[in-house]
């Protein structure tokens, strides 16, 4: 069964500072890999796909990278709008399952 | 510019069928999966299950005893059934809609429902 595990569980950040997100998958999903963001009362918005291209509209400051087993997710200047929680996520085409890390809040330091 | 519009029951007692729809506009329904996702309160994103155009469906291994996932291709519709419903089962759920890279086959959801709000309770 696929685990996707998401660091730290908070990640308290100032404004302009960096943050990075860390997923790792229990197996290897090669660059299959997504990732979204979440604001309270929101549906999530895809940012990332294919472990390292942005989705249209999304800012540059979103950057991805990984392959494998471990991913990374970096803001490069934090925007107040990007405080939220970010979710990744893996989908395994056979046996078909769709597997959601737990999650990470950004939060204002 | 694609949007799905989701409505159904909001509030349920236990033992009662759960019953979503989720329309699509502004683009086919064929070639996308169309997925169920559900959000308890204050937790995270949990996976319900999928259905293609052709009514091919996959389902979380964990609720795949209650859940039914349909299409109505004539209407651009899919809907969620989950039977006997408990406490654990309330959550904003989510319909989405989801793409791959090909020729690599990097799947994300790249169009999300507003969510609906279920709330089991006696």
Known sequence: EMVMTQSPATLSVSPGE????????????????????QKPGQAPRLLIYGASTRATGIPARFSGSGSGTEFTLTISSLQSEDFAVYYCHHYN??????????GTKVEIK | QVQLQQWGAGLLKPSETLSLTCAVYGESFSGYYWSWI?????KGLEWIGEIIHSG?????????SRVTISVDTSKN????????????????????????????YYYYMDVWGKGTTVTVSS
């Open chain 2, 56 to 64: 091919s469906t996959n389902y979380n291994p964990s609720l795949k």
């Open chain 2, 38 to 42: 559900r959000q308890p309160p204050g």
């Open chain 2, 77 to 104: 519709q899919f809907s969620l059934r989950l039977s006997s419903v408990t406490a654990a089962d309330t959550a904003v759920y989510y319909c989405a809609r989801m793409k791959w890279l090909r020729p690599y």
């Open chain 1, 93 to 102: 085409n056979w046996p078909p399952l769709l597997t959601f890390g737990g």
């Open chain 1, 18 to 37: 960096r943050a990075t997100l860390s997923c790792r998958a229990s197996q290897s999903v090669s660059s299959n890999l997504a990732w979204y963001q």
